[in-house]
T-cell receptor
């Protein structure tokens, strides 16, 4: 079984400040990890994903995440927050293997608020 | 290039009724997955269709059923609606290349309210 825990249902930062959204996962096999963003009344948009190889993954809109196997973490960061980053962010995990192909297991989400 | 589209946008039903939600995948995609997102929660996997067959299923009762058509579009049917079925239903499409990392593209969702 796999699961995702996002620490902090709400995160508030000032414009220009560092954004750090925390994600820890549980998986019995090597995981594939994703971060999605959801703007109000919209579907989910993929920010970045980790499969294999380089553990630091760069995504769209200046976001990046680092896979740390020893800590079972995949935290999302952005050096400087912008007002347009305000949204809800979801961490998700999937496993390789035909029986679980493409099944994403999501965390509870973190709402990011950016103050002027 | 049109992305994933879903219809209707909003839907209001009463308990016990049946509902059908529709999804058209992104052009070139052959796999459709459905997720339920309750208010304040992350999406939960319902099931996935590929080659017109249900390939895997999440922890949802048989009241939830689906279908995929030859043009890859898909329907989600829910029978005997319960108040707890009120949620945003998301459709995601992908191109099955054999890896679990195939990117899933999500539609805007259908907001179902059960009264």
């Amino acid at each position: 079984a796999q699961s995702v825990t996002q620490l902090g249902s709400h995160v508030s930062v000032s414009e220009g400040a560092l954004v750090l959204l925390r994600c820890n996962y549980s998986s019995s096999v090597p995981p594939y990890l994703f971060w999605y963003v959801q703007y109000p009344n919209q579907g989910l948009q993929l920010l970045l994903k980790y499969t294999t190889g380089a553990t630091l993954v760069k995504g769209i809109n200046g976001f990046e995440a680092e896979f740390k196997k020893s800590e079972t973490s995949f935290h999302l960061t952005k050096p400087s927050a912008h007002m347009s980053d305000a949204a809800e962010y979801f961490c998700a995990v999937s496993n390789a293997g035909g029986t679980s192909y493409g099944k994403l297991t999501f965390g509870q989400g973190t709402i990011l608020t950016v103050h002027p | 290039d049109a992305g994933v589209t879903q219809s209707p946008t909003h839907l209001i039903k009463t308990r016990g009724q049946q509902v059908t939600l529709r999804c058209s995948p992104k052009s070139g995609h052959d796999t459709v997955s459905w997720y339920q997102q309750a208010l304040g929660q992350g999406p939960q996997f319902i099931f996935q269709y590929y080659e017109e067959e249900e390939r895997q299923r999440g922890n949802f009762p048989d009241r939830f059923s689906g279908h995929q058509f030859p043009n890859y579009s898909s329907e989600l049917n829910v029978n005997a609606l319960l108040l707890g079925d009120s949620a945003l239903y998301l459709c995601a499409s992908s191109l099955r290349t054999g890896g679990a990392t195939d990117t899933q593209y999500f539609g805007p969702g259908t907001r179902l309210t059960v009264l």
